[in-house]
């Protein structure tokens, strides 16, 4: 054990093919047998549950014991499955024990029946899978009275009503595997989850996780994940096994660009404590060719994400993973968040699925886009626009589409990891309740008197392409609504955010910028119109006021933030001039220097009406048009240093 992260003692670094990770398979086993070896101190009498220390979910400590195991026992069959049953003898004995344990009514850890919406719905679906991949060693070598116990509590599932979302894809593949197994089951119910999830379907492989616009991290560890693996449990999948594959190769095409250069993912949605389960759909392309990355690309983006979590602490000196991200953080989690929850992370090892000789093992570690160049990537379907810079590996996405709300007329509602403007691969969301009431970080307020910040709810989609995006949404003071545009233009670091904003005459107007968190208050400058933060690590965020804006600060808090307990947020203040008003300013997140006063003084604004004109230093022009357009007017246009139509005038 060390007394700095990582707290395990792997292999020596394997450089011959993992040049840029120093990763390879054995570094892969050495830590899921890490994982493994670490929960089972908390393992009742019987080995049915883990009941691991920490916070309890609501659904109480019986659950959460079962969803210990549950989500241990996939990480154990993927180990168990790829070592052929080799070498695993004590992985196998634990968790064939612990099955009879849970499954046999009437004892100690018995786990509680699967009842509609329950969590023991999304705990039968990883005993389901865990069960299939290691059939032949746990499953097939149990009594006839232990499987019959095992179809019993598995066959709970027939009937039951799930949430309509991902939950519908639990009772697939829980049902499916009691199908191989002649256990109870209901052909139509798992006919009818495949054909749910087809609506949600948007296309370009982007699946909304349920009706609404839901788009986060479950599009790939759950949307993409169970339909295809349900396709490993029947011998005829109907054709929709090429379908699955189609739209996952689509899907890995853009997923890909969502981490940075070190590895971190960006930092958006809920279930964030599940950390490397990101890494889910990129075995899953490998598994199923059905990936337009190479072996070598698949290996290093996989092995960069979880040596990025290894190396900052995530599993802890006990070996274990806590509810937070790098370090224990409970606002990272939700209500449903229990102690054994993180260990969803273990489908982030699926790819010990792939034998050792396949070639996601065997082939040379390769660079991805984002290594080589500047990227900005469009995803329509969820309303990203997502911004790489190569010089610092940081990844940022300009959210205009994913608010994590049903489909009207259902109420809307906000929350700190859907309904920010930005979010990044190097900053969290100011997520404390405090710090989420004040609601400072990458986001435009209306201030009512007692200093109440309006929120951001529903995200109505306005346009998306090359380098910009826009969207609106209602933002409410005291019982008054008013609407709130923004677009934002990227290139490289630079975000240039214009808004048309409606609201009284003399209402007090907000915006922040990317909060910056470390173990030490981040230094801070302030100036009339700009500010800036800047941690230990040298990352950088500044907000420069180019118009409308009439002062700049910086708001602080402490243990806010997932990454670091002090954190600092740039802002900039104004005043609405009364029906409406446009302000224009540049947010820069950057692990280089930054230079808000030379921004401030390089760059040129022109704003007549709800036209807003950009010279930016090199002379290169943006032309944005806000608000309600007819049609085949041109919202965003943008022209070339000294190319044709480059002028201010508005």
């Not at 009284?504 to 801070?524: K, L």
């Not at 409406?580 to 009406?609: K, T, Y």
Request: charged share 20%.
């Amino acid at each position: 054990m060390t007394d700095t992260p990582p707290y395990l003692v792997l292999p020596p670094l394997e450089r011959s093919l993992s040049t840029r990770t120093g990763w390879g398979r054995q570094h892969w086993e050495t830590l899921a047998d890490h994982l493994l070896d670490s929960v089972a101190p908390y393992a009742t009498a019987g080995g049915g549950q883990f009941r691991l220390p920490g916070r309890n979910s609501r659904s109480g400590v019986v659950s959460d014991g079962l969803e210990g195991f549950a989500r241990t026992f996939l990480l154990a069959a993927f180990r168990i499955r790829g070592a052929s049953g080799q070498g695993v003898d004590g992985l196998i004995e634990r968790y064939a024990t612990g099955l009879v344990a849970g499954t046999t009514p009437g004892r100690d850890d018995s786990w509680p029946v699967i009842v509609d919406r329950s969590q023991q719905m999304v705990e039968a679906a990883s005993i389901a899978l865990a069960l299939h991949e290691t059939r032949s060693w746990i499953f097939d070598r149990l009594s006839t009275a232990e499987q019959d116990n095992v179809r019993g509590w598995l066959g709970g599932f027939v009937g039951k009503r799930t949430w309509d979302n991902n939950w519908i894809l639990f009772q697939v593949v829980t049902e499916q595997f009691l199908a191989t197994v002649d256990g109870p089951h209901d052909p139509a119910e798992i006919e009818r989850g495949l054909a749910t999830i087809e609506p949600w379907y948007r296309g370009n492989g982007w699946y909304s996780d349920g009706a609404g616009a839901n788009y986060d991290y479950y599009i790939g560890w759950a949307m993409h994940l169970y339909p295809l693996l349900w396709t490993r449990m029947v011998d005829d999948d109907g054709g929709r096994g090429e379908v699955y594959r189609q739209r996952l190769r689509e899907f890995l095409a853009g997923y890909q660009h969502f981490f940075g250069a070190d590895g971190a993912p960006v930092h958006q949605g809920r279930s964030l404590t599940y950390r490397f389960a990101c890494a889910a759909p990129l075995w899953l392309g490998a598994l199923f060719d059905a990936t337009p990355l190479t072996p070598g690309q698949t290996r290093r983006l996989a092995s960069d994400v979880v040596r990025h979590f290894v190396e900052r602490g995530a599993p802890d000196r006990r070996g274990l993973l806590t509810l937070g991200w790098y370090e224990p953080f409970l606002p990272t989690t939700q209500e449903y968040s229990g102690p054994g929850s993180p260990y969803w992370a273990s489908k982030g090892f699926l790819g010990l699925l792939l034998p050792p000789d396949h070639p996601v093992w065997t082939e040379p570690e390769r660079s991805v886009p984002g290594d080589l160049a500047d990227q900005v990537i469009a995803l329509p379907e969820p309303g990203f626009l997502l911004s790489s810079t190569v010089h610092d590996g940081i990844v940022r996405l300009l959210n205009h589409g994913s608010d994590h709300n049903a489909a009207p007329p259902a109420p809307a509602h906000d929350d700190p990891h859907y309904a920010k403007l930005a979010y990044s691969t190097h900053t969290g969301p100011e997520a404390a309740p405090a710090a989420w009431h004040a609601d400072v970080d990458n986001h435009l307020a209306l201030l009512a008197p007692d200093g109440t910040a309006s929120r951001r709810a529903r995200i109505e989609r306005v346009a998306l392409g090359d380098r910009f995006a826009a969207s609106r949404h209602t933002a409410t003071v005291g019982d008054t609504e008013y609407r709130v545009e923004t677009a934002t233009v990227v290139r490289g670091c630079w975000e240039l955010r214009a808004h048309l904003v409606t609201g009284p005459a003399g209402a007090a107007v907000r915006e922040g910028g990317y909060p910056i968190a470390d173990q030490t208050p981040p230094s801070t400058v302030v100036g009339d119109r700009f500010a800036l933060v800047r941690n230990g690590s040298a990352v950088s965020s500044a907000l420069v006021g180019l118009a409308g804006w009439a002062g700049a600060g910086v708001h602080t808090d402490v243990e806010a933030n997932a990454y670091g307990p002090c954190s600092a947020t740039p802002l900039l203040r104004g005043a609405h001039s009364g029906d409406e008003s446009v302000f224009v300013g540049l947010a820069v997140l950057s692990g280089d220097s930054v230079h808000p006063e030379a921004l401030a003084a390089g760059f040129a604004v022109r704003v007549a009406g709800r036209t807003v004109v950009v010279r930016y230093p090199d002379g290169e022009l943006v032309r944005l048009v806000l608000g309600d357009l007819p049609a085949g007017a041109v919202r965003y246009q943008r022209h070339a240093v000294d190319g044709p139509g480059a002028s201010l005038r508005a």
